[in-house]
């Protein structure tokens, strides 16, 4: 659980975290990294948040799980026999220390994240 001081930095928010949960964050950092070595890591609406040409990722942890936010519905649908052991939301895939994402399916998503994202930032008009 977060401390009341707001996080800069995605290591402080990790390091604010029980010590379980900073192991199962950290392994998604790694994946995510893995999979988007060029995306920026930034703080954004508290929570750690990938970027390339946009959003492409984040996570969070709350006191009785995890979340990685997808951003994307389209893409989120596409894994639902990957995800069928955990709960999902909207753009979101909630997670425990004790059952946490596989890697294959955060760098399939992340991947094509990044893909999406590239089409969308081609397709928009030049100011």
Do not use: W
């Not at 995510?32 to 995306?39: F, N």
């Not at 997808?70 to 893409?75: A, D, G, L, M, R």
């Not at 059952?99 to 994240?113: A, D, F, M």
């Amino acid at each position: 659980m977060s401390s009341n001081k707001a996080e800069t930095t995605v290591d402080e928010y990790i390091l604010s975290q029980p010590e379980k949960v900073q192991t199962v964050l950290q392994q998604l950092r790694q994946m995510i990294k893995s999979a988007a070595p060029m995306a920026e890591e930034v703080i954004s609406y508290k929570i750690p948040t990938y970027k390339h040409q946009g959003a492409l990722v984040h996570f969070a942890a709350f006191p009785n799980h995890c979340s990685f936010i997808v951003v994307s519905k389209n893409i989120l649908d596409r894994f639902k026999t990957e995800l069928q052991p955990y709960k999902t939301t909207g753009t979101t895939v909630h997670f425990t220390p004790d059952n946490p994402l596989p890697e294959k399916v955060v760098s399939q998503i992340v991947q094509l994240r990044l893909a999406e994202n590239a089409e969308n930032a081609k397709n928009k008009s030049p100011k």
